[in-house]
């Protein structure tokens, strides 16, 4: 009797973990391949200074980036304007919680002022944007760098990443990740910045 109450049990543990690897490999197929991405960005643990290339006070790496209006811009025909350059993703949470305050915070603020605003996704088609845009009810454009090429030229990790470049194209602050405090010292400086050009 004892035998058999004990292969019963050996039967049951067996039975528990096939079950539990089972439904981990579901779950794992369930993962979208963009937010696989962003648990192998978070597992890498690399210091931020370290992922960062360009740093304040250097002039920013040039670009065209395709909008979602279809139009098309390139930095360095943005000279004489304030740029905020932010890099973000659908699937990642604090670049959601980001893009929220952007329209009010940011666009409407400075509307009608020598400002552009360039919110990037990095690594993620169209047709992932586009939906994302279309359920938020977004009404600002945003750019496409699917391949990370723009993205590839400030930074190696991490986001959502944002980036003031000054009216002589010169990068003025460095903001990583989503922090309302931070935000609130971005808006100071994009403030400043954009008052220097219009006294």
């Known amino acids: 009797m004892r035998r058999h109450k004990k292969g019963g049990r050996s039967f049951t543990s067996l039975f ?31 210091p931020i200074e370290a992922t960062t290339i360009v740093k304040v006070g250097e002039a920013a790496p040039d670009f065209t980036v395709e909008l979602s209006d279809g139009s098309s811009v390139t930095l360095s ?44 996704s990095r690594g993620e088609n169209h047709e992932v944007v586009n939906a994302f845009i279309a359920e938020k009810g977004y009404a600002f454009k945003v750019g496409y760098d699917p391949e990370q090429a723009i993205y590839n030229k400030y930074a190696t990790n991490y986001i959502p990443r ?20 931070e935000f609130a010292e971005m808006i100071k400086v994009l403030d400043e910045k954009i008052n220097n050009i219009t006294k």
């Not at 304030?82 to 990642?92: G, K, Q, Y």
């Open 16 to 46: 528990m973990i096939l079950l539990i690897l089972v439904v981990a490999a579901i779950a794992l197929l369930l993962v979208k391949p963009e937010m696989l991405g962003s648990l192998i960005e978070k597992k890498s643990e690399q």
């Open 77 to 120: 025909e943005l000279k004489g304007k304030v740029v905020l350059l932010n890099f973000w993703a659908t699937w990642c949470p604090p670049c959601r919680e980001e893009l929220t305050h952007v329209q009010s915070d940011i666009i409407d603020r400075f509307a009608d002022k020598p400002f552009v605003m360039l919110p990037v």
């Open 162 to 181: 944002n980036f003031i470049i000054d009216a002589d194209g010169t990068i003025a602050f460095i903001g990583i990740g989503y922090d309302p405090e």
